[in-house]
């Protein structure tokens, strides 16, 4: 049972409401006009109100901002024959909760009421997310998973020397951070990061960007100016979706990256570089490689140390830390305030295939706090969101997500076990055969 004010001018709204209401068994209190409304709000404290926008003494705008200024938690639908657009925004910017047309429509009216009280059910019930309002960490990579952890340690050695990086992974799986962390935690991070995209610009520009040129190099090229390898001084040059670096530039790299020797476009001078190189990429060098669109010998140039960042989903470990993490961020950052989830929310964000990775986990936590409209995020907000993501081709979520968790499982088992397949059966619960083609099914392979 609730406790609901109704507050409407309309004899015959204040009645069917209170009927209707009653008959669902909570508790009506109803005013005629905004100060009666208030009044009542301020001793009784109900849990929702149903506000009518236009009243004889006081608008419902008003009323609303008074309501939540005296309790912010307060919830408020807003009920309006009006369809403006105007009124709609000011009411949710003040804070309604919901907004409901005239004529009332029973179902609605139910919807809102249940939403309210749900929400109410789950703010009392569920604690608050670690840390929601402490500050979030900048600039650091967040999980704690196996294949995380590994990454953490080639960083860790990183940081002591210059050896050129190759990061490879999906898009969205973090590559530009961990090169940002690496240069952050060198010897020489006072010294600059330049970053250049290799995806970005035209072949001749690419090359100047890179390079640098002499005035009157060509068209347009009225001063000399500094190259990004000249610009990273003794700091980081991070070449990013070197993948699509065009294969003239591609020898001009490799030249470069043998001697660390180079001229300006349209230079005499040979200068010299001692920059580190990290680059990255989202695509499968060794098929570029196939297909001659990607040189060997750079190749091989580059992956002097080479990360490999899993894609999320298999890390699924990483996600709880990432959700926490982001919603910090976002709170910080957007304003919005959401403190706690819903059980069943990390549980579903788990299980999601992240096919955009971290950054389509962020991108979807921004969407649904900004939505939020409060402090719980709720299950079915999430459930919307998602949903409409999710392709034709897994018709069966929570299958696949199983058998994600299950591969993590599985190998994790192996892996702590230096890969005793009996122990790790017996452990698993499972006979030896069933291991050993769950091993093949999932392609897990042992460490290299
Ligand atoms: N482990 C992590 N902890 C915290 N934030 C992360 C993590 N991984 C990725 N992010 C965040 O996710 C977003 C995407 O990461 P980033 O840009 O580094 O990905 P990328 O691999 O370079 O993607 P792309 O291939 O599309 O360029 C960024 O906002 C980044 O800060
Ligand atoms: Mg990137």
Redesign the pocket.
Known sequence: MATILIIDDEWSILESLEMFLTEKGHRIFKAASGEEGYRIFCTVNPDMVFLDIRLPDLSGLDILDRMKRKKPSARVTMMTAFHDMETTIQAMKTGAYDYIHKPLDANEVERSLNRALHLLEIDRETPQIEAAGKLPKAG????RSKN?REIFKVIGLLCQNRATVLIQ??????????ARVIHRNSLYSDEPLMTIDCGALVETLLESELFGHESGAFTGATHTQKGKIELAGMGTLFL??IGELPLSLQGKLLGFLQRREYMRVGGQETLKSKCRIIA?T?RDLPALIKKRRFREDLYFRLKVVTIH?PPLRERIS?IPD?VN??IQKINLEMGTQVMKLEPGVMERLTVHPWNG???EL?NILVEALVKANGQVLLLEDVLKLLSRDVSEEEPDIACYALSLMEKEHIQSTLEQLRWNRTKAAKILGISSPTLRAKIRKYGIRPPA
């Open positions: 650091v990579i967040i999980g995380i992974g999906e898009t969205g799986t973090g590559k530009e951070l961990i990013d979706e990255a989202n960042v990483d990432l993490h982001f990775n971290v950054r962020e």
